[in-house]
């Protein structure tokens, strides 16, 4: 069992996005079946046009991105989930004036990460 | 691949607690690994001490609350990331003014719950 605090945990840059950064909040090592991490992108930055070999559920906490999946875009906000099934291309640009903060839960399996297209 | 809102989202009464709802997010349909729900607990409702047979990530989005995990207690606030391994008992008090709202996701396993005391 573990309790934890978002402002405990440490901030790692995303070399493959801009202005983006990840907290791992329950590891793959804590928890048999999946992990949680939050992901926080700059006003401007994101991450560009990219595939996992896992799925992605995640929930919006602040601010506001374009977020390409497949072929649609979509515009999010605080309270929308978004489920990305595997090995779908998407994209992240965070829009507004405050820092797009959002949720992302993976299995524990190994994820390959292909960018499709620069940031 | 689902972009969903909150707002949008069925809101279900929770028969084993008290003053408890929940909406389903990401649905063990949806996604084929784990689900994703988000509970709401207006203060003094909560849930009785239980156990599931799978366990929780959660991450608290709102309002204040004493968590009861084994023999440890917790008052966890918007920010705080609760992991509760299968098995392991654990209750819930929303305590403050506003309703404690949290994330729970699940593994696409069958749940068994066990009250272990009433509320």
Redesign the interface.
């Known amino acids: ?7 405990d ?1 440490s901030v790692n840059e995303v070399p493959a996005g801009s202005g983006t950064s990840v907290q791992v ?2 590891s793959g090592e ?5 992990a ?1 991490r939050r992901f926080i992108m700059e006003p401007g930055g994101g991450m560009p046009l990219h595939t996992n070999s896992v ?1 992605h ?1 995640q ?1 919006v ?1 602040r601010g506001r991105a374009r ?1 390409t ?2 072929d ?1 875009e ?1 515009e ?1 906000r605080a ?8 090995g ?1 291309p998407h994209s992240y640009r965070s829009v507004g004036e405050e820092p797009f903060e959002f ?1 992302c ?1 993976v ?1 524990n399996e190994p994820d390959t990460v292909e960018i499709l297209e620069s940031g």
């Open positions: 069992m573990t309790v934890k605090h978002v402002d945990i909040l329950i804590e928890a048999p079946n999946f949680l799925e559920e929930y906490l977020v999946i497949g649609e979509f999010v309270g929308n989930t978004v489920f990305i099934p595997a779908v949720l839960s299995p």
